[in-house]
């Protein structure tokens, strides 16, 4: 389909990485729809610190410039591909990309494998919350962590979009949740989306704290650069720490996981397979039915202001759920 192609739609354009005055709202050319793809018409862009990293040039898969920011969004099915089968004009959708970029825009090009039904339960802000943070969350469980109903988890940064998805997830398959938050506001949301203890990794002796409780079976670690030399410290026999989030270097001692003979496990979800994908897709879908998938909105930007959500999504004081942009009512 061809007839969008000349119309022209608003995006947050980047033409060198860089900090956030690299950021300019543009009108530029809506996209083509391919033979595979879903041209979504977007209502609202999650905004994740990987966007971040992306805009800085420091990510390991960085995008031909000039680019459109953003993995995440929710809208209504504009166009589709002639090869697509599952979605149709007027759908309300989520995406999640992986490998490509694109939503801070009025518009934008998925490949239908990406795209997935929002149903009518949840708004646009919230569908633009699920896809990274939800999919994440379900990776480092599931298919790293390979976590079971029963095991005691620890989610460092539990306020967080991932946080949150995670406390979600975990509860809803029969773990006990010990939830890390920076703040009151934080301590309060950990314990409202459902974990059984809430800690604020900001006193000085929380790890103190933890360590007069049971040890972890499984931890989700979003800072690793502060806090994986503690993990090994409150893992329990066969332990499983996840690396989410790492923003520099850090010392660990690698003798305490030799007791425990616990493990240090990466995460990332562009390396996923595509099997492994649709399996988190289909596990968020039908958390969405069931009505347990209940993602946190902290702020919305409009798009105008997207540059100021890439810089609170790192230098916020303390994460409260996921930063939106509304890109259309």
């Not at 301590?187 to 040890?215: F, Q, W």
């Amino acid at each position: 389909m061809r007839s969008a192609s000349a119309k022209m739609m608003r995006a947050v354009l980047v033409r060198q990485f860089g900090d956030v005055d690299q950021m300019k709202v543009e009108r530029i050319p809506i996209p083509t729809v391919r033979d595979k793809q879903v041209l979504i018409k977007v209502h609202s862009s999650g905004v994740n610190p990987v966007d971040t990293y992306v805009r800085a040039g420091q990510y390991k898969m960085l995008p031909d410039l000039p680019y459109i920011p953003g993995k995440d969004a929710a809208g209504l099915v504009h166009s589709v591909g002639a090869s697509v089968t599952k979605f149709k004009p007027g759908d309300r959708v989520f995406s999640s990309q992986t490998n490509q970029m694109g939503t801070l825009a009025e518009y934008a090009c998925v490949d239908e494998s990406n795209v997935f039904p929002l149903g009518s339960s949840l708004t646009f802000d919230e569908g633009a919350a699920i896809g990274i943070p939800y999919f994440t969350a379900y990776r480092a469980l599931f298919q790293k962590a390979l976590a079971k109903s029963g095991e005691r988890l620890l989610i460092h940064g539990a306020s967080g979009a991932v946080g949150i998805a995670a406390t979600q997830i975990a509860k809803k398959h029969g773990m006990y949740v010990v939830g890390t938050g920076g703040t009151t506001e934080g301590i309060d949301l950990v314990r409202e989306t459902g974990a059984d203890e809430a800690v604020n990794h900001r006193d000085s002796n929380y790890i103190e704290k933890l360590m007069e409780g049971e040890k972890f079976d499984v931890i989700l670690e979003m800072s690793s650069h502060v806090n994986l030399g503690h993990d090994l410290t409150l893992m329990n026999s066969d332990g499983r720490t996840v690396v989410i989030g790492c923003r520099g270097p850090v010392n660990i001692n690698p003798r305490a996981l030799m007791g425990t003979e616990g493990s240090i496990i990466g995460c990332a979800l562009f390396s996923a397979t595509p099997d492994q994908f649709q399996e988190i897709g289909s596990a968020v879908v039908k958390g969405i039915t069931d009505g347990w998938v209940k993602p946190v909105i902290d702020t919305v930007f409009d798009l105008e202001k997207a540059h100021e959500a890439h810089t609170a999504v790192i230098h916020s004081k303390g994460a409260k759920g996921k930063l939106i942009v509304r890109v259309q009512e």
